[in-house]
């Protein structure tokens, strides 16, 4: 998925949240089962996408590892003391570390996003619960002109 389909897939999470904030309370129960279909569909595609982003993560970080105890084998090779040669090769990969920070913080981002996305889910079927509910006790209420 390219990033501008995971941006895609985020701003429409993101509205629909806003649409349940912002008419959630006075939804039918149709509108709710509606959106709460809706979140769950986009909640598997942020899954790929959490997924995705671990993936690049944990690979940018075992690369970044290699590649330091690649540079430093080599550094020793050329006779440079075990320190030094660590501390040359962790400059060396350099790269590596903001690369790898960039995706951690994204892989965070988009986790904590599918975790808060599962709560407004739960909280929907709550609200259809309680909305159902109220609609069989007034269904049972005898009218007051009978």
């Not at 939804?27 to 959490?50: P, S, W």
């Not at 671990?54 to 430093?72: D, F, G, N, P």
């Not at 440079?80 to 965070?108: H, S």
């Amino acid at each position: 998925m390219t990033p501008e389909q995971q941006q895609k897939v985020l701003n429409n999470i993101e509205s629909e949240v806003k649409w349940y904030a912002t008419y959630g309370e006075s939804a039918e129960i149709k509108q709710l089962l509606l959106c709460q279909d809706r979140m769950t569909i986009l909640g598997f595609t942020l899954a790929e996408i959490v997924s995705s982003a671990k993936l690049a993560y944990s690979a940018t970080a075992t690369r970044k590892k290699a590649k330091q105890i690649e540079k430093e084998f080599e550094y020793k090779q050329d006779g440079i003391k075990p320190t030094e040669a660590k501390n040359k090769a962790f400059l060396d990969i350099r790269v590596f570390e903001e690369t790898e920070n960039t995706e951690k913080a994204y892989f965070a981002l988009v986790d904590l996003k599918r975790q808060q996305l599962n709560r407004v889910i739960e909280a929907i079927k709550q609200r259809i619960s309680y909305a159902k509910q109220e609609k069989e006790r007034t269904e049972r209420m005898p009218t007051e002109n009978a």
